[in-house]
């Protein structure tokens, strides 16, 4: 079965431009949140999408905004780019079982660079 | 916010040791994971635990879920050098609907 794929990999952007970032989770998997990881912050918790609704949300700007097809894939946007924005951005799929999803799976996520 | 206190931050040992790193809160969780990352890609996941006081292996590594339910401890046994990496605890807090909380990471290097 094939894991999390997230595209682009790599990506290079200038203060105030948008980006987006894809995610297709594993197949059957209808829940995918999305990570921030920073050398200083860590991980953190951006949002959960499960059946293209938004479920969850960790405590990030407006700036930060996603989405969930009808095929579970997801994407995630950022506007107004800012330095602090530069991170690896992580996707992870899960299937969940008894209303909550427990194992969390990863893709190698998009390192966003923002000069 | 809820957090997670993961220590040591890094260990640097022999190859053939056993290693022990641990998570704690100060509030319940429901679910303890453990994750591995290595350089430029995403964690992968070695242990789920759900249950207080589980104990769960995967080869060399074992994992426990306290039976307070506020800390997790990982135990890797005759560390080997492809063990090097960051590992993370990630808990799902009671009455969460299920983001997890990461610890802030061991990092792990071996000596040959």
């Known amino acids: 079965k094939a894991g999390v794929t997230q595209t682009p990999r790599y990506l290079i952007k200038t203060r105030g431009q948008q980006v987006t970032l894809s995610c297709s989770p594993i197949?059957?998997?209808?829940?995918v949140s999305w990570y921030q990881q920073t050398p200083g912050q860590g991980l953190q918790f951006l949002f959960e999408y499960f059946s293209e609704t938004q479920r969850n949300k960790g405590n990030f700007p407006g700036r930060f905004s996603g989405r969930q097809f009808s095929n579970s894939r997801s994407e995630m946007n950022v506007s107004t780019l800012e330095l602090g924005d530069s991170a690896l951005y992580l996707c992870?799929?899960?299937?969940?079982?008894?209303?909550?999803?427990?194992?969390?799976?990863f893709g190698p996520g998009t390192r966003l660079t923002v000069l | 916010g809820q957090q997670l206190n993961q220590s040591p931050q890094s260990m640097f040992i022999q190859e053939g040791e056993d290693v022990s790193m641990n998570c704690t809160s100060s509030?319940?969780?429901?679910?303890w994971l453990w994750y591995k990352q290595d350089p430029g890609e995403g964690p992968v996941l070695l242990i789920a635990l759900y249950k207080a006081g589980e104990l769960t292996s995967n080869g060399r590594l074992t994992a426990q879920f306290g039976t307070t339910r506020k800390d997790s401890f990982l135990n890797i046994s005759a560390s080997i050098p492809s063990d090097v990496g960051i590992y993370f605890c990630a808990g799902i807090p009671g009455g969460s609907q299920g983001n997890l909380i990461f610890g802030k990471g061991t990092k792990l290097s071996v000596k040959p």
């Open positions: 992870a799929s899960s299937f969940p079982t008894g209303g909550f999803y427990n194992e969390q799976f």
């Open positions: 509030s319940i969780f429901n679910t």
């Open positions: 197949s059957g998997h209808r829940s």
